[in-house]
């Protein structure tokens, strides 16, 4: 058979061979001991032409039931939003996608200085000093918050306190993270969808490293960053800020608050949902901690004549050069998705994001309006950006298996998170959604609900 | 050729003017105020660029021009497995089943989603020969990662809490050190011999009831097949430990030997090296790990599972480290390695191997003459030369690294691993025409006679890229990591 990736003909091996000083290939693998030598061959499905594969491979995304067929109403930590066009004929060029991390800088400025204006967009946004190249995602680069602020003072506070209001997943990943080097994490109660903030100053002491709320948090609320600010503040721990960084377009910034560091996706900036990933993790701090950050970080500079240019910089702090002192193990990382999220943000620009997310919250206000005229219930009365909770009084998932039958995709059953939250689902409303959408969505929501009322 | 600085993005801002079009959707005009408290609106706007369209795409096209990608040309760096990235992935990763599904829509829903991952799963079980593979770890890094705290979930739950350190050759890469102390293990170095292999007695010597693992590439980060392996996975086993297998290195072995059958109780693959999943840039990557029976129990949960042709998650992992990372990983980076191993199939990977160490070996004899080879065995699919002999005449490989550039070649990896003295890291890979290998030695010959007829010529190369070599000691004494006007206008020429 003839493989379209692999140019070497027969001629070619032969002289090849003569030059090695070898008869065949198979001598250049005489070091592989013959007890390990896998004989026969590997059990895989049978290589496809380019036409067939193309089929086959649309014939397992036609399985799938996509949000550009029906109408989505799922949030919770990944969103679908307006794309602009440019973003995908930007990654597609193959100087970018087809080239690794820019270790050679002369022949790696795009990339670079793509980099570099992503830092500043993310600094912009969050209200931040610094912002790093990317991480793997939102929960990840959370996790490396926390294990940053852990490190700071020597080392010697060993307690994250977060919120039972960030996202179940980023506090998955977070406890996985922080069992590695034993720190311990202690988790604040919600109440009526927000942070306990009593409990949290209660919860702070001299070994609280960091405190972590998610901004806005897992249920759509906007939690009181300044009260936050105070409680970490009682023993000068740092104060750590999940954030949806589109809903910054309307919110006030951490940074404006205090916040220590600032993580989050990047996903609702240009990101498809991809079914989870990949998506865009960002981090950004104060300059104070510029030494700690996790990850690649791209510097300003010049050259010999003095012409800027931009390099990979604070190297010290990282795996290649420290090893086990390394600030972080990350590596590769996100970066074409950086390049995504920061043509997304050079194509909304400042009007656009702002209008964007202001959008966002009209549409979701719109539609917790029209569903309290229908009889549903709102679980929390507080101020939200685009998702809110409701009660529908059965199982979510029974909901949505009839809202399907409709071609809508209903919201996420927060049932999947605690009992106690059985029947509630987590609506999300971003600016795709149409007025006539959101009609549809009510009139069926009011039936589904009052059918067992 | 030096060519004028591409102005940031913010440079080329003015008000007013748009690249984006928001959707109609009739929803009625409502007051900001009335909706959000005071204090929570945002006062001052960010500072993100105002363009237009075009100006937007010329920005991003310049920019793209200031770089070098696979497309562009031979980039043989080392342990990056810098092949061809085909453009069907390209397509399948954006069909809209892939690309526009939410992770949690019911099973039901997504299922070919599913079916895809389960697949892939397989596929990787087979390749590297484990029991159950998990997709969810993002890159190389974090895979190693997740291995070890798998690995230190099962000494746990043996009751073996003693077990503290993991062992490490001198030439591993850097994220294996740094992924064992997130994992919160202490690491031990073992020596590389001779031979360029793991010095089978100093091993021996550091392996004891406190070793909870040894981390390994095979081919090892010289290139070069550890043929000790049986014996080193005795040492570790007999001694309790647990041997972990960095994946990056996959390429040279695909049908011709498994990390399972070499005595590897978990392993990593980078899908973004040995199948396809273009770098990106530096990522996104994906980074799946494989495991043998006994760890099963401790994967990262929901676990992936086939019933009467049905797929669903398995929650219930009582045992699970817990996640690693949130959803299912780097689902669309799967997708395109999925489409890869769709168009080799079992015989196409076993070639892909076969003539990536062709290759490599053909390059390797080329440049002996010239330069210094640490190790003179076959290599397999990347081998490490030194540049000893040019740097007794003052040029040095990052200066060599540099010229390279003149001629149009992204350079190989440098100064890694780090035992070897200006060490330059090959890696060809089996898309590379020998026409293409050809150029590239003459390249290189021509730069070891440049060092001894011409050094000044090497030492301030390049000579001909858009900029000259950049000062790093200013980046890092002077950090300036974001725009602002007074530190970057300065310097615009
Ligand atoms: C030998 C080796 N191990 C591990 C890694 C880390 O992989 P990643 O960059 O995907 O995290 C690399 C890649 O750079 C590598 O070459």
Known sequence: MDYRYLPVTGEDKEEMLKTIGVDSIDELFEDVPENIRFSGEMELQNALGETDLLKEMKRLSDRNANVQDCVSYLGAGVYEHYIPTVVDHVLRRSEFYTAYTPYQPEISQGELQAIFEFQTMVSELTGMDIANSSMYDGPTALAEAALMAASENRGKRRTIVVSETIHPEALDVLKTYASGPGITVKIVPEKDGQTDLDKLEDMVDADTAGVIVQYPNFYGTIEDLAAVRKAADKENSLMIVSANPLALGVLTPPGRFGADIVAGDAQPLGIPMQFGGPHCGFFATTKKHIRKVPGRLVGQTEDEDGSRGYVLTLQAREQHIRRDKATSNICSNQALNALAASVAMTALGKKGLKETAERNVKGAHFFKQLLKQKGIQLVYEAPSFNEFVINLGRPVAEVNEQLFKHGIIGGYDLGEVSRDKNGQMLVCVTELRTREQLETFAKHLEVLVHETA | ?493
């Open chain 2, 1 to 493: 050729m030096k060519q004028p600085n591409q102005p940031l993005i913010f440079e080329q801002s003015k008000p007013g003017r748009v690249a984006y079009s928001l959707p109609g959707t009739n929803i009625p005009e409502q007051s900001l105020s009335d909706i959000l408290p005071e204090g929570s609106i945002r006062e001052e706007e960010p500072a993100l660029p105002e363009v237009s369209e075009l100006q937007l795409m010329r920005h991003y096209t310049a920019l793209s021009n200031r770089n070098y990608g696979v497309d562009s040309g031979f980039y043989p760096l080392g342990s990056c497995t810098m092949k061809y990235n085909p453009k069907i992935n390209e397509e399948t990763a954006r069909m809209a089943g892939f690309a526009a599904t939410h992770p949690y829509q019911p099973e039901a829903q997504v299922q070919g989603n599913l079916e895809m991952m389960y697949d892939l799963q397989q596929a990787l079980a087979q390749i590297t020969g484990m029991d159950e593979v998990t997709l969810q770890p993002a890159a190389g890094a974090q895979g190693e990662w997740t291995g070890l705290m798998l690995i230190r979930a099962l000494h746990e739950a043996n009751g073996e809490t003693e077990r503290t350190e993991v062992i490490v050759p001198d030439s591993a890469h850097g994220t294996n050190p740094a992924s064992a102390t997130v994992a919160g293990f202490d690491h031990v170095t073992v020596r590389t011999d001779a031979r360029g292999l793991v010095d089978l007695e100093h091993l021996k010597e550091v392996t004891s009831e406190k070793t909870a693992a040894l981390m390994l590439t095979n081919p090892n980060t010289l290139g070069l097949f550890e043929e000790d392996i049986m014996e080193m996975a005795d040492t570790i086993h007999q001694a309790g430990g647990r041997l972990y297998y960095d994946g990056a290195n996959s390429n040279a072995i695909m049908g011709i030997t498994r990390p399972g059958d070499m005595g590897f109780d978990v392993v990593h693959l980078n899908l973004h090296k040995t199948f396809t999943g273009p770098h990106g840039g530096g990522g996104p990557g994906s980074g799946p790990v494989g495991v043998k029976k006994e760890l099963i129990p401790y994967l990262p949960g929901p676990v992936l599972t086939k019933e009467n042709d049905t797929y669903y998650w398995d929650n219930d992992r009582p045992h699970s480290i817990g996640r690693v990372k949130p959803y299912y990983g780097n689902f669309g980076i799967n997708v395109r390695a999925y489409t890869y191993i769709r168009t080799m199939g079992a015989e196409g990977l076993k070639k892909v191997s076969e003539y990536a160490v062709l290759n490599a070996n053909y390059l390797m004899r080329r440049l002996e003459p010239y330069f210094d080879l640490p190790y003179g065995r076959h290599c397999k699919h990347e081998f490490v030369i030194s540049g000893r002999r040019q740097k007794k005449l003052g040029v040095r490989t990052l200066d060599m690294a540099k010229r390279l550039l003149d001629y149009g070649y992204h350079p190989p990896t440098i100064y890694f691993p780090i035992n070897v003295e200006e060490c330059m890291m090959v890696e060809p890979t089996e898309t590379e025409a020998k026409e293409t290998l050809d150029a590239f030695a003459d390249a290189m010959i021509g730069i070891a006679k440049e060092a001894e007829e011409d050094p000044e010529m090497v030492q301030e190369a390049p000579h001909t890229t858009v900029v000259g070599r950049l000062d790093e000691t200013l980046a890092a004494r002077k950090p300036v990591l974001t725009y602002n006007t007074e530190t970057s206008l300065k310097s615009m020429k």
